[in-house]
């Protein structure tokens, strides 16, 4: 009889990698969470001086058009909500997308 043969437990493969809670979960439910991330995007334009001068009779001197999305877009194979946690999502969501529009006016 081998030494450890009765013993549940020792002759069977065991996952020792804990995920960010310090849980032990299966191997099999682990999967890679590999990604790619569009965390910000500005675009931006400015109106030259010879459209506002002929549009707004010189009233505006400068103006200024931007926009900025931030969070917009995972590119990944992970197949939960958000591959930075780690491990299982446990009720984590994503990062919440974002759009700001500004215009700055000089007078």
């Known amino acids: 009889m081998a030494p450890c043969q009765g013993i549940i437990g020792l002759t069977r493969g065991r996952n020792y990698a804990t995920d960010a809670s310090g849980n ?16 910000e995007l500005t675009l931006a334009y400015d109106l030259s001086p010879q459209i506002l001068s002929k549009y ?4 505006i001197k400068g103006l200024s ?16 909500n958000f591959p930075e ?3 299982f999502d ?18």
């Open 90 to 107: 446990q009720g984590k969501f994503p990062l919440p997308k974002r759009l700001t529009i500004g215009v700055r006016v000089t007078l």
């Open 24 to 39: 032990n979960p299966a191997a099999n439910l682990w999967e890679k969470g590999d990604y790619l991330m569009l965390r």
């Open 65 to 80: 058009v931007n926009i900025t999305g931030t969070n917009l877009a995972y590119l990944s194979g992970y197949s939960g």
């Open 56 to 59: 707004l009779a010189n009233r």
């Open 85 to 87: 946690v780690g491990g």
